[in-house]
């Protein structure tokens, strides 16, 4: 079993839609999460930190369950430039992030 | 410098070549990291350095791999008897200290892409 899963999509929705990812990650004693954006071709940047109590950026909410160990990205009203993938990432309590596989998302106009 | 900086961007070498990828972080960074990434899959993580030393290489595949950051900024990553499969996006991230220190934050380079033909 991969440390961290995502759904590699692609997700294909309208512009103005709200779409979610979700993820789920094996280790118990994951400490820290995050969602990083990459864009074709370009090297992963973070779009936000998870934390316990969920916390929301703009159009992006970001929420954490660690009950049953996933976390959620949520996006409101969906731009074109919102088209990326999404990598799920968790501080497993080792030196290095790992990262899951990555959602695609497509906006339409 | 302003970001992470990886040369060459493109790497073309015939299968059984020796490269040699250079990522240099950004200025002050004590934790630089090297992942690797194939199509349609996340970054996988390949060995991470704290300073000079590398403190943990449990991600390197094989022995073929070898990296190196001799006086705690620039780190070069070697692959020697290059092979098909190696033919990836070679990732460089620093943060300004270890993640266990409380930094998470990765700041990556636009990544070596290395053809193995």
């Known amino acids: 079993r991969k440390e961290v899963e995502q759904d590699p999509g692609p997700f294909n929705v309208p512009e103005g839609a709200t779409v979610a990812f979700n993820c789920t990650y094996s280790?118990?004693?994951?400490?820290?999460f995050f969602w990083y954006r990459q864009d074709c071709r370009k090297e992963p940047k973070l779009l936000m930190s998870v934390y316990s109590s969920g916390n929301e950026d703009g159009r992006f909410t970001a929420q954490l369950n660690r009950a049953s160990q996933y976390i959620s990205l949520l996006i409101r009203d969906s731009k074109l430039s919102d088209s990326a993938t999404y990598l799920c990432?968790?501080?497993?309590?080792?030196?290095?992030?790992?990262f899951g596989s990555g959602t695609r998302l497509q906006v339409q106009p | 410098g302003a970001g992470v900086s990886q040369t060459p961007s493109n790497k073309v070498t015939e299968k059984g070549k020796y490269v040699e990828l250079r990522c240099d972080p950004i200025s002050g960074h004590t934790a630089l990291y090297w992942y690797r990434q194939s199509l349609g899959q996340g970054p996988e993580f390949l060995i991470y350095?704290?300073?000079?030393?590398?403190?943990?290489d449990s991600g390197l595949p094989n022995d073929r791999f070898f990296a190196v950051r001799p006086e705690g900024s620039v780190s070069t990553l070697k692959i020697q008897r290059t092979e098909r499969g190696d033919s990836a996006v070679y990732l460089c991230?620093?943060?300004?200290?270890?993640?266990?220190?409380?930094?998470?934050?990765?700041?990556f380079g636009a990544g070596s892409r290395l053809t193995v033909l």
């Open positions: 280790n118990s004693a994951s400490q820290s």
């Open positions: 990432v968790v501080n497993t309590g080792r030196r290095a992030l790992t």
């Open positions: 991230a620093s943060s300004s200290r270890g993640l266990r220190s409380g930094a998470n934050v990765l700041t």
């Open positions: 350095f704290q300073g000079t030393g590398a403190a943990d």
